[in-house]
């Protein structure tokens, strides 16, 4: 058990609909990350924040969003939702603001759009 | 920028082989640092090593051993005497010591242990 929790595990919705996955770091740790992994694309960073505030931005479309919250948990919003967003999100944590600090990664939400 | 290639998809061994993954990264910096995570059926992707660019000390862990070499710009990762528990998919990752760039995983490596 890494320390990170992720909600929902699963979750299953529309094209054309929005949803929030949601983080819970590593107790300590300040930064929160996002990855999305899907068969053709592999893992890929989408977006991290570090005590509340954006710290390095990937591929992330901008049909999705993140925030991280004074408690440090954090939000992914996916919105207008397509087919090829179906995906495992991850979250990960570390202590650090570098993405070279070790990373702790949750147990992912796997999102399947209809 | 950085790149990282497993090209090894899939693999496939008897119990109580010696196996290695490779994993071959691309980068100009000359500080940057290389992870690899095991991803088991379950999902969760955990941690199994970092190494940093001035460190091309090979490290064994158990089973488990990493060959770092610059000069070839490898980063391998052997398991000796592989176990059924071992199945899983094996990611390398690298990222730079310098600014805000993220973690670049490879394609991964599906290991299958047959008993």
């Known amino acids: 058990d890494s320390g990170v929790t992720q909600t929902p595990k699963h979750l299953i919705t529309a094209t054309g609909q929005r949803v929030t996955l949601r983080c819970s770091p590593r107790s300590g740790d300040l930064s929160v990350y996002w990855y999305q992994q899907s068969l053709d694309q592999g893992l890929q960073f989408l977006i991290q924040?570090?005590?509340?505030?954006?710290?390095a931005k990937g591929n992330i479309l901008e049909r999705f969003s993140a925030q991280q919250f004074p408690d440090l948990h954090s939000e992914l919003n996916l919105s207008s939702l397509e087919l090829g967003d179906s995906a495992l999100y991850f979250c990960?944590?570390?202590?650090?603001?570098?993405?070279?600090?070790?990373?702790?990664f949750g147990p992912g939400t796997r999102l399947t759009v209809l | 920028a950085q790149k990282v290639t497993q090209a090894q998809t899939e693999i496939s061994v008897v119990e109580k082989e010696d196996v290695t993954l490779d994993c071959v990264y691309e980068t100009r910096d000359t500080t940057y640092y290389l992870f690899w995570y095991k991803q088991p059926p379950s999902g969760e992707l955990v941690f199994l090593i970092r190494r940093n660019s001035f460190d091309e000390q090979n490290e064994i862990s158990g089973r488990y051993s990493w060959n770092f070499q610059k000069s070839t710009s490898s980063f391998n990762f052997t398991i000796t005497a592989s176990q059924v528990v071992d199945s899983a998919v094996y990611f390398c990752?690298?990222?730079?010591?310098?600014?805000?760039?993220?973690?670049?995983f490879g394609k991964g490596t599906r290991l299958s242990v047959i008993a």
């Open positions: 990960a944590s570390s202590a650090g603001q570098n993405s070279y600090n070790e990373q702790f």
């Open positions: 924040y570090y005590n509340g505030e954006e710290r």
């Open positions: 990752a690298l990222t730079l010591y310098s600014g805000n760039t993220p973690l670049v």
